[in-house]
Every structure is written in structure tokens, then in C-alpha cells.
């Protein structure tokens, strides 16, 4: 199971830590990932890391912004959010991808989710 924590409500131009703890299963070998859904669309995208940390991937509109992190002996993985703006207004989720390897689509597992509001 993955238990996402960390949303909240912010600025524009501040940061949010979003938090998502993994546990029932060894998630260390397997790659992580954020996804975000928006009011009135779809889920998206957000940023990934690979197993060992070593290798990660954002989508365009957070690079730069957006830095995720994993700490396999805590079984968390994190997403540190900066410069908020308002399109960044999206319930977040944590996911699984029972593969070392990163890639923005293949996650089974799911958590439930961590309201980000970006008011202007």
C-alpha cells in the first residue's frame, strides 16, 4: 500500500513537500512515480525515479521546479515542490512500477491521493 501525505494549500511562488510512505511489500526494486489530476482532467505525468535513485525523469512543465526523491530504507518516496503556480492545483498521487526502470506509464500501484491547491 502507498500512503501519500503533504498537500495543502499555498501561494504562488511557494513550496510544498509531498510525502508517500510504502509498506505490505518491498517497493525498494521498484521504480516510483508522482502523478497529478487536475480539476476536469485527466491524470498526468508528473516525475519518476529509478530504484537506486540515480535516475529520474520530469515531465516538461515541472523541470526545474519539481525534484523528487526516494529513501528506500524509509520506504518513502518524496516530491519537493517550488515555485508553486496555480496550475500546479491537482490532487497528487504516489505510484509503483514493479520494474527498476523508469517510465511514465506501467504503475499498479496506487495511493490515494494529496490535495495541492495554488491559490493567486
Known amino acids: 500500500q502507498l500512503q501519500a501525505s503533504g498537500g495543502g494549500l499555498v501561494q504562488v511562488g511557494g513550496s510544498l513537500r509531498l510525502s508517500c510512505v510504502a509498506s505490505g511489500r518491498a517497493f525498494r526494486n521498484y521504480a516510483m512515480g508522482w502523478f497529478r489530476q487536475a480539476p476536469g482532467k485527466g491524470r498526468e505525468f508528473v516525475a519518476t525515479?529509478?530504484?537506486?535513485?540515480?535516475?529520474?525523469y520530469y515531465t516538461n512543465s515541472v523541470k526545474g521546479r519539481f525534484t523528487i526523491s526516494r529513501d528506500n530504507a524509509k520506504n518513502t518516496v518524496y516530491l519537493q515542490m517550488n515555485s508553486l503556480r496555480p496550475e500546479d492545483t491537482a490532487v497528487y498521487y504516489c505510484?509503483?512500477?514493479?520494474?527498476?526502470?523508469?517510465?511514465?506509464?506501467?504503475?499498479?500501484?496506487w495511493g490515494q491521493g494529496t490535495e495541492v491547491t495554488v491559490s493567486s
Open positions: 505510484a509503483a512500477r514493479p520494474s527498476p526502470f523508469i517510465a511514465t506509464s506501467g504503475y499498479d500501484y
Open positions: 525515479i529509478r530504484w537506486s535513485s540515480d535516475v529520474t
